[in-house]
């Protein structure tokens, strides 16, 4: 990238698990960071939305950081820029504000690198800083992602159209997921285990077939996280009951929560976000939509 040119990145957000698919399953949502990357004299980090308002301005900030050390990786230093950050991401609700950084990161670096890194190398790249390949999946590929992330190889099959509504009930409660894994079990019995994967391998079978009453099924069923995150996210039960009542086929938190994600069939979404946003007068209730594409970038001359 010259003196001038702007680098432009959007990556969209996501949620992951969509109940039982733990740290494996996940969806890119229509919700959006965007970079704007022009060189400068040193590495400054702009602002300019509510989102990302105290976001660290220099070279601690998470993307530099990630895009710092990929590029060493490769045997390069990245040239400054200026970065300006819009991002309408909910931070900390469970929607995947860190995984789009980290993505953005990866993009930044292999474009002002000049790294050529591959979809696949991107996503081997992502899984390792994120430590599963869910939310950076869905934020890399854009659709469904269902992915294992081994010592060795990380494995992603995509999906890029799943027809769903999608509404969202965001506290205004910030929730880190450090904390709310605090509350799982350390544990599984085997016997645990294999109910634990038959579920999560239902739900997969469910929503490639579009059985969308079983996928709701198989959402309630999980007995890996939302029993136990359930107390750390009281809207949960409450959000579940209004939005099955109204239309919706299926509820799940979203990630590691406090954000509930709720699942309707195309054309009756707007139907459950209206009584959502009728019972909870206090929560950010969105209405959203499965978002394609994932990460794309753009170069463009200034002015343009």
């Given at each position: 990238?010259?003196?001038?040119?702007?680098?432009?990145?959007?990556?969209?957000?996501?949620?992951?698990?969509?109940?039982?698919?733990?740290?494996?399953?996940?969806?890119?949502?229509?919700?959006?960071?965007?970079?704007?990357?022009?060189?400068?004299?040193?590495?400054?980090?702009?602002?300019?939305?509510?989102?990302?308002?105290?976001?660290?301005?220099?070279?601690?900030?998470?993307?530099?950081?990630?895009?710092?050390?990929?590029?060493?990786?490769?045997?390069?230093?990245?040239?400054?820029?200026?970065?300006?950050?819009?991002?309408?991401?909910?931070?900390?609700?469970?929607?995947?504000?860190?995984?789009?950084a980290i993505v953005a990161a990866i993009e930044l670096?292999?474009?002002?690198?000049?790294?050529?890194?591959?979809?696949?190398?991107?996503?081997?790249?992502?899984?390792?800083?994120?430590?599963?390949?869910?939310?950076?999946?869905?934020?890399?590929?854009?659709?469904?992602?269902?992915?294992?992330?081994?010592?060795?190889?990380?494995?992603?099959?995509?999906?890029?159209?799943?027809?769903?509504?999608?509404?969202?009930?965001?506290?205004?409660?910030?929730?880190?997921?450090?904390?709310?894994?605090?509350?799982?079990?350390?544990?599984?019995?085997?016997?645990?285990?294999?109910?634990?994967?038959?579920?999560?391998?239902?739900?997969?079978?469910?929503?490639?077939?579009?059985?969308?009453?079983?996928?709701?099924?198989?959402?309630?069923?999980?007995?890996?996280?939302?029993?136990?995150?359930?107390?750390?996210?009281?809207?949960?039960?409450?959000?579940?009951?209004?939005?099955?009542?109204?239309?919706?086929?299926?509820?799940?938190?979203?990630?590691?929560?406090?954000?509930?994600?709720?699942?309707?069939?195309?054309?009756?979404?707007?139907?459950?976000?209206?009584?959502?946003?009728?019972?909870?007068?206090?929560?950010?209730?969105?209405?959203?939509?499965?978002?394609?594409?994932?990460?794309?970038?753009?170069?463009?001359?200034?002015?343009?």
């Amino acid at each position: 990238m010259n003196g001038g040119e702007m680098l432009k990145i959007v990556v969209p957000g996501s949620t992951a698990n969509l109940g039982p698919g733990f740290d494996s399953i996940g969806l890119a949502v229509s919700l959006h960071l965007t970079l704007e990357v022009v060189r400068a004299e040193a590495w400054e980090f702009v602002p300019r939305t509510a989102e990302v308002k105290s976001i660290p301005t220099g070279e601690n900030n998470l993307i530099y950081q990630v895009a710092s050390e990929l590029a060493s990786q490769y045997g390069v230093i990245l040239p400054p820029c200026r970065v300006f950050v819009s991002s309408y991401i909910p931070f900390t609700r469970g929607l995947g504000s860190s995984a789009a950084a980290i993505v953005a990161a990866i993009e930044l670096a292999n474009e002002l690198g000049r790294l050529g890194l591959s979809k696949e190398e991107k996503m081997r790249v992502a899984s390792i800083y994120e430590g599963h390949p869910d939310n950076v999946g869905a934020s890399l590929y854009g659709g469904l992602v269902i992915g294992s992330h081994l010592k060795e190889h990380t494995h992603l099959v995509h999906i890029p159209h799943i027809p769903v509504d999608l509404i969202a009930v965001v506290p205004t409660y910030e929730l880190e997921t450090k904390k709310s894994r605090t509350v799982l079990p350390d544990a599984l019995t085997r016997e645990q285990a294999v109910e634990a994967s038959a579920i999560s391998n239902v739900l997969v079978a469910a929503l490639l077939t579009h059985n969308w009453m079983l996928v709701g099924k198989m959402m309630d069923a999980d007995v890996f996280h939302q029993p136990y995150r359930e107390r750390l996210v009281p809207e949960l039960q409450h959000v579940r009951t209004v939005a099955k009542r109204n239309g919706a086929f299926g509820v799940a938190l979203s990630g590691a929560g406090p954000t509930v994600l709720c699942f309707a069939e195309q054309g009756r979404g707007k139907e459950v976000y209206a009584s959502l946003q009728v019972a909870f007068p206090h929560c950010d209730v969105r209405m959203l939509s499965v978002e394609t594409t994932g990460s794309r970038v753009y170069r463009m001359a200034l002015g343009k």
